[in-house]
């Protein structure tokens, strides 16, 4: 089975331009999280979907960040326009929603960084 | 979330037993233990989960008194390749849509 994968590993933009990563993930997950790792600190929660509907973002930083997850499959994370804080790792996750069970492990995809310069 | 508090390092030899403990005082009656393993340029790797007494899989164990307040990962006979950040999350973990809190973590270094 392929784990979550995101796109792309690493990416280097200018202030002000615009990024866009992308999260596919795990084939059936109804739960897709966004998290990231500024330099330095922990890692952070972003957002939460669960399908193609936003459960929880409460941990979004500002309005430059958008995320979507159209069709409920892939999710992608812009960043528009970029600034220097927002420079660090952004990891997606998914988990599968299956009633009855006690755990709801979280799968996570290897990250991609984001540098902005 | 209750919050957890776990030492920022620990050193160890190859084939040694290594335990990790974490305190978490303030944790609710519906909450779990679930600890995360993170190697470098890798996102988190779940390992073990666990509400009371004591869980084993095939990578760890983990030891929960029964006040629950803390919790300790027992890693059997390391190996170079468990060098690695493991990280104790505590939460409503038996429902999905649970954001996980990491803290810093434990830096585990296995020598040779």
């Known amino acids: 089975e392929a784990g979550v994968t995101q796109f792309p590993s690493h990416s280097v933009i200018e202030k002000g331009q615009t990024v866009t990563l992308r999260c596919d993930p795990i084939?059936?997950?109804?739960?897709l999280y966004w998290y990231r790792r500024v330099m330095g600190k922990e890692i952070k929660f972003l957002l939460h979907?669960?399908?193609?509907?936003?459960?929880?973002e409460s941990g979004m930083p500002n309005n430059r960040f958008l995320a979507e997850r159209t069709g409920g499959t892939y999710s992608t994370l812009k960043v528009q326009p970029a600034e220097l804080e927002d420079s660090g790792v952004y990891f997606c996750?998914?988990?599968?929603?299956?009633?009855?069970?006690?755990?709801?492990?979280?799968?996570f995809g290897p990250g991609t960084r984001l540098t902005v310069l | 979330l209750a919050k957890t508090t776990q030492p920022i390092s620990m050193d160890s030899y190859e084939g040694q037993e290594v335990n990790i403990t974490c305190s978490h005082n303030n944790i609710a009656t519906n909450d779990y233990i679930t600890w995360y393993q993170q190697f470098p340029s890798q996102g988190p790797r779940f390992i073990i989960q666990?509400?009371?007494t004591k869980v084993t899989n095939e990578v760890a164990s983990l030891f929960i008194p029964a006040d629950r307040k803390s919790s300790t990962l027992s890693l059997p006979r390391v190996s170079l390749s468990d060098t690695a950040v493991y990280y104790c999350?505590?939460?409503?973990?038996?429902?999905?849509?649970?954001?996980?809190?990491f803290g810093k973590g434990t830096t585990l270094s296995v020598s040779s």
């Open positions: 979907f669960v399908k193609e509907s936003k459960q929880d």
């Open positions: 999350l505590v939460g409503p973990f038996n429902q999905a849509g649970t954001a996980l809190i």
């Open positions: 084939s059936g997950h109804d739960n």
């Open positions: 996750a998914s988990s599968q929603d299956v009633a009855g069970t006690s755990t709801d492990t979280q799968y």
């Open positions: 666990g509400y009371k």
